[in-house]
């Protein structure tokens, strides 16, 4: 068995209610993530991001693996900062792994963060067991990133689902539409 | 040339590699290590067990805004703003630590402070009404539905806002 060493990975968290931001860096740092910063919302979490990118010494951090981040915050809530990261310009790294957290769950939301391009959703009350099993799913399974005139994150389809009736897809990866960046 | 509607990015799994180096390893051999998991959830659970402590603070502060509204009460707006801010950190959150009376009665306290809610003196009344449903909740530590004493709370609550409404 080869078990997952977090030590060397970086983590954002940005949690308004410090009750529940400090219970998930605690959570990770015994899970033993090496590096973490904690911000109170998504405006300092962009801030953040920036500082990283252009002075990652000043920051006290080489990178951002993985963000976490609640969804209800002001005045920049979580969806806010998930757009920016996958569509601002600004944005240094468009394919980061998004982690949701909120404590609504309806399929609505769930469907509104997909959109969005959230890599994984976790519904409050939040267990280390639920947490280690979306940070799995980023390390050991990454998702294709798409890109469409009207969405840009991971693969919405995580397995092939076999269709029932008859295939109206349009197009295929062999399609000249449609091309294929290894990177 | 036929323009390219679709692009795929299929991007080097740099976080694998971090985390579980270059060999290869088949994915059914792969975990997190069970005694971290296990250290992992008790940390948590220790932690949620200052839930109480940590929500008493926020009646607290509630409480204290609360007393402000009564005594300036031209600043209503700004302390109605401030209660909005203080429910809004307690709600959907009681019910992870096993305190959902507290979810309902923060939910139920973020929506009467919204932008659209009279400060008038009535609705002060309804808002300590609130406060001091969570300060029951907490200090007679009424976990799940609370039961009969929940229901009572409950009930209570309703008739303080048709009172005041």
New interface residues.
């Given amino acids: 068995m080869s078990n997952i060493d977090l030590s060397r990975v970086s983590v954002l968290v940005v949690e308004d209610s410090q009750f529940i931001r400090s219970l998930i860096v605690n959570s990770l740092r015994v899970m033993g993530v090496g590096s973490m910063q904690s911000v109170d919302d998504g405006a300092q979490a962009i801030d953040f991001i920036k500082l990283v990118d252009n002075d990652p010494m000043k920051a006290g951090m080489m990178s951002i693996d993985i963000i976490i981040s609640d969804w209800e915050m002001s005045p920049v809530d979580g969806m806010m900062l998930l757009r920016w990261i996958r569509r601002h310009k600004d944005s240094p790294d468009r394919f980061i792994p998004f982690m949701m957290l909120t404590g609504y769950s309806e399929p609505k939301r769930v469907e509104d963060a997909r959109t969005m391009g959230v890599n994984e959703f976790m519904s409050k009350p939040f267990t280390v067991n639920a947490l280690a099993d979306k940070l799995f799913a980023i390390i050991n399974k990454p998702r294709q990133f798409v890109h469409t005139a009207s969405y840009f994150g991971p693969d919405r389809r995580r397995r092939p689902v076999p269709i029932e009736g008859p295939d109206r897809r349009k197009l295929t990866y062999d399609s000249p539409e449609v091309e294929v960046v290894n990177g | 040339m036929?323009?390219?509607?679709?692009?795929?990015?299929?991007?080097?799994?740099?976080?694998?590699e971090?985390?579980?180096g270059l060999a290869p390893?088949d994915?059914d051999?792969?975990?997190?290590?069970d005694e971290?998991?296990l250290?992992?959830?008790a940390?948590?659970e220790e932690?949620?067990e200052?839930?109480p402590d940590?929500v008493s603070g926020l009646i607290d502060q509630l409480a204290d805004v609360h007393r402000r509204c009564v005594d300036t009460p031209e600043q209503r707006f700004q302390h109605f703003e401030q209660l909005h801010?203080i429910a809004?950190?307690m709600?959907?959150?009681g019910?992870?630590?096993g305190y959902p009376l507290i979810?309902d009665f923060s939910d139920g306290l973020y929506d009467f402070t919204g932008v659209n809610t009279s400060t008038s003196d009535k609705n002060v009344e309804i808002i300590k009404a609130h406060i001091d449903a969570m300060r029951v909740v907490i200090k007679e530590r009424i976990s799940g539905d609370g039961g009969d004493l929940g229901s009572q709370l409950k009930t209570g609550l309703d008739a303080a806002i048709k009172k005041y409404a």
Avoid: C, E, P
């Fill in positions: 036929v323009k390219v509607s679709v692009r795929y990015y299929r991007i080097k799994n740099k976080l694998r971090k985390t579980l390893v994915d051999q792969i975990s997190f290590d971290l998991m250290k992992a959830t940390a948590l932690m949620a200052d839930y940590w801010a809004h950190d709600r959907g959150q019910g992870t630590f979810s």
